[in-house]
């Protein structure tokens, strides 16, 4: 027998559409429920301050707060701008990428390391030996400590071939740590920073940094100029042997043709003004043709140069193409290449050359490159042009002059030699005025000196003591946040329903809570006798309104109540349930326990019976024999009782028996309520669903997954739409009354706990 209604609908506001908005979709987070995951997890904040202070109070007692001492540098391009523009050296001036490269030289090991080795920095320990408690930087120990763990090991027990130069590498990585080396709201001053444990060494090892570098930019300076030096001193000696050989050879064909040296003839001054342009065109081709060599042979090496002292050291390889230095897009690119190849090594030293910022700089570098090369060859190719145009013009004089001169081998032959000799004499001449200018910048009798400290180190008055309260804050902040994180990260992983709005939102279904209750005077599972205006009996009297409505409507006489998992509650739920049916109306309401394997209800509700179900079964018409009545509520009982877990018990529940059973009880009972095992647990469901008319779902709050609700759902598919309600149970009640009260709601006196 199925008395079942089947077309039944639970008639409430949620209509078809709302019960299927039910789906796996997290609902969003409000601020409510931000509130309430700290709330419940107030002891993580809590805990994360208190590691935080804990931290605090380390970081101020082991970080130093050391001495800090400054001294400024400025780039002065005054010098060089007036010696370049009054034609007495050839230097360019720096520009803004250039100055800033700057501050990369004076941290790297060509100041550094003669800073060292002045100051005997390899054998101090402040630089380098095992930590000092409170003197060293905190990052310093824990390094020591790794390399004193590492040789503990044996990971790092081989030893260095020079000691020495070990601790001079130690203590130059020190000091480059306490460097800071920054470009100050000017744009050519560079401030030099440095820290240490004591004010005097703080101060002397700033001003031995910027006088180091004033130094080897200097020293870098001055062995290029000797390079040039020496390759215009062989240049002007090849010169001069080629001046007296075209000399000779010239003296020599004027002897052979009895030709005296300034002889006249008809059109004399026309040859000599054709000779004059013929000897300039042939200057001039000279010129360009040795200006494209020497940019052809130049450009690589310019490209390739790098940052520091290495990078003086080859503008004397890179001088032979010095015209070509003022162009300013190609000025802009070496500068901008010089910066992405050093912040490219110092990346690959920190992170690796795979990884993704030193692969982009990388990159960044090769274009910059390539436009170089693009930009150098675009100048080579005007060069050319002009050797080209030179040449022509060259050619057309001798046309010129091979017409004037009527043709003569000899004449154009003694044209020839003296416009070679000319031309040699002039590119010798020129060459020794180049020669002589850099001996003078050589030999120092003009200053070329590029940068000078405008401001010396003194040592500091008090200690910096910004780091170390910057660190306590940041490890306060820092741990009270994590602490917050893990308190609504612990709620979000947990993935447990505390709403109804949660429950609604997996479900699809009306749901209300009821708060956690402890009974005074009776058992629990008559608590709504016990307390009838208690906030837990009014949310159950929401479920019967939900049951009552179909009832009348459909003659839905038979509720199931069902969880997912055991200790959800589901005994107290359908007993008080039950109690509240015959309390509210009077209505004859029959409990059974159809639980075969827990029987927790029979416990509580008939622990004196020795028949029930189980007997019933066999004798369905016998059904008031084995029933039980409750004095307090009137509420009719059939247990289960038996000794022992029933194998064949989903069988049963599924029985025809079960189907006459429960119709012997419509013809009694107004209301039938039937506690059933839980979904996840066995099948008993699954087996007796087509008697029930309609179900209560049980869901502990705040410790059943949403994802188990939705799997148990979905395993009794069958049965999701005769779900009259939702029971959230076991709700905390004060997160109740915060949830009231953020949404405005203000129950005032109708509740009496």
Known sequence: MDARAEDLTPATEYSDAAQSAGSGARPSIGVMDIFESLRRGWRFPLYGLLIGLALAAVAYVYIP???????????????????????????????????????????????????????????????????????????DYFGDLKRFFLNSVGANASQPDNPEAALERAAAEAVVKRLTVTREDVANVINVAFESEDKFKAANIANAIADTYIVTSMDAKLQSTKVASHWLQERLVELKKQVGDADKALEEFRTANNIKAGAGGPNAELRANLNTQLTQAQIATAEAKNRLERIQKGSLEAVTSVVGADALNNSARSGVINFAMNNSDLVRLRSQYREATTKLAEVTLRVGNQHEIAVKLRRQADDLKAAIQAEERRIADAYVNEYQVAAAREAELAASAAKLFGGSDATNELRELESTAETLRNLYNNTLQKFKETNTIESGSIPVQSARVISRAAPPLAKNSKKALAVMGGSLFLCLLLGTGAAIGREWIADVLRTPKAAEHVTGKKCVVLPMVEAKSGPIEEYVLEAPYSRFTEALRGIKALIDANRLVHGAKVIGVVSSVPKEGKTTVGANLASLMVAATGARTLLIDSDFHVRKLSAAMAPDAREGLLEALQNPSRLPWYVSKRQQSGV??????????????????????????????????????????????????????????????????????????????????????????????????????????????????????
């Open 65 to 139: 707060t050391p001495y800090k001492s400054s001294a400024r540098v400025l780039v002065d391009r005054s010098v060089t701008r007036y010696l370049q523009t009054t034609k007495i050296a050839d230097q360019p001036t720096f520009d803004e990428g250039e100055i800033g490269s700057q501050v990369y030289v004076l941290s790297s090991d060509s100041v550094i390391v003669p800073v060292v080795r002045a100051l005997g920095l390899a054998h101090d320990r402040e630089f380098v030996g095992l930590p000092k408690m409170g003197g060293e930087r905190l990052s």
């Open 636 to 753: 009719h009982v059939l247990p289960c009782v038996a000794s022992s877990r029933i194998p064949n018990a989903a069988e049963l529940l599924g029985a025809p028996e079960m189907g006459q059973l429960l119709a012997v009880a419509r013809k009694s009972y107004d209301c039938i309520i039937i506690e059933i095992a839980p979904v996840m647990s066995v099948v008993d469901l699954k087996m007796i669903e087509r008697f029930v008319d309609q179900f209560v779902f049980v869901v502990e709050w705040g410790a059943t997954k949403r994802d188990t609700v939705l799997d148990a759902l979905s395993d009794a598919e069958i049965i999701r739409d005769r779900i009259a309600g939702v029971v959230l149970n076991k709700a905390d009640p004060v997160a109740l009354k915060h949830a009231e009260t953020f949404n405005g709601i203000r129950p005032g006196g109708y509740y009496q706990d």
